[in-house]
C-alpha cells in the first residue's frame, strides 16, 4: 500500500476514534464534545504522521514534535476545568482530551499493533464510563441526595445560592451544563445536587423558587 494511502486511513481512524469518545461526551452536555475531540484526536495523528515524514526525510529526534503535542493539551484541557464556590468540574473531560491525544499519536505513528490498541481502548473505556455514571448516581441515591435543572441569570448567582440556603437546602456540588446570551442577559444552566431538611420536600421548593424573576427554568431531574 502506498504511504500516503496509509496515512490516509490513519487519519480516518483518528477520526472515528476521537468521534466515538467525544459523542460520549456530547451527550452528557460536557465542555468538550464530538467536535472537540474528533479534532483533537486527528490533529495529534497528523502530528505524528509529520514528525514521521520529518524523522524519514531529514533525520533528527523522533519524538521532539510529539513530546510538544503531550504537554501542549493540557492547555486545551485546562480550558474545560472550572472552578466555582468550591466545586470543581471538568477534570473528567480534561483526561478525556488528554487520552484522545494519545490515541491520535498512537495511530498516527503507525503500525497494525497500534490500530487494535487504540481501538480496544476505546471498546474498554466507553464502559467504563458508562458503569461509572451509574454507580455514581446509585449512590446518589442511597445518599438521599436529590437534583434538579436550573437556568437562571448568570448576575443573581449569588441571591440563587442564597435563597436556596434559605430554604434548608444543603447543595452538595453542581455541574454548568451551559451558558449563553437571551435577550442580552447572561443565563447559566446548572444541575444541582443536594439535600434538605426532614421538614421540607422537594416540591415545596420548587414551589417556592419558581416564581423567581431572575430564574427561567427549573426542573426536577
Known amino acids: 500500500m502506498p504511504l500516503?494511502?496509509?496515512?490516509?486511513?490513519r487519519v480516518i481512524a483518528s477520526a472515528l476514534v476521537g468521534a466515538a469518545i467525544g459523542y460520549e461526551r456530547e451527550i452528557k452536555n460536557k465542555p468538550a464534545g464530538f467536535f472537540t475531540f474528533t479534532?483533537?484526536?486527528m490533529g495529534s495523528c497528523l502530528i505524528a504522521i509529520l514528525q514521521e515524514n520529518i524523522f524519514r526525510d531529514l533525520g533528527g529526534d523522533p519524538g521532539r514534535i510529539i513530546a510538544q503535542v503531550v504537554s501542549g493539551i493540557g492547555f486545551l484541557g485546562a480550558g474545560t476545568i472550572l472552578h466555582n464556590r468550591?466545586?470543581?468540574v471538568g477534570i473528567s473531560t480534561a483526561a478525556m482530551l488528554w487520552l484522545a491525544a494519545g490515541l491520535g499519536l498512537l495511530i498516527g505513528s503507525g503500525g497494525e499493533n497500534n490500530y487494535i490498541i487504540a481501538f480496544a481502548t476505546v471498546v474498554i473505556i466507553l464502559p467504563i464510563t458508562m458503569i461509572t455514571r451509574r454507580l455514581s448516581a446509585?449512590?446518589?441515591?442511597?445518599?438521599k441526595i436529590q437534583r434538579f435543572r436550573l437556568v437562571f441569570e448568570d448576575s443573581f448567582e449569588k441571591e440563587l445560592f442564597d435563597t436556596l440556603a434559605s430554604l434548608g437546602v444543603t447543595i452538595k456540588k453542581y455541574f454548568l451544563l451551559n451558558k449563553y446570551f437571551h435577550d442580552d442577559i447572561h443565563m447559566k444552566e446548572l444541575i444541582i445536587y443536594f439535600s434538605i431538611g426532614k421538614?421540607?420536600?422537594?416540591?415545596?421548593i420548587l414551589s417556592k423558587i419558581s416564581d423567581i424573576d431572575y430564574i427561567h427554568e427549573i426542573e426536577k431531574v
Open 86 to 88: 468550591g466545586n470543581v
Open 4 to 9: 500516503a494511502v496509509e496515512q490516509i486511513l
Open 39 to 41: 479534532l483533537v484526536c
Open 138 to 143: 446509585h449512590f446518589t441515591k442511597a445518599r
Open 199 to 204: 421538614n421540607i420536600t422537594l416540591d415545596d
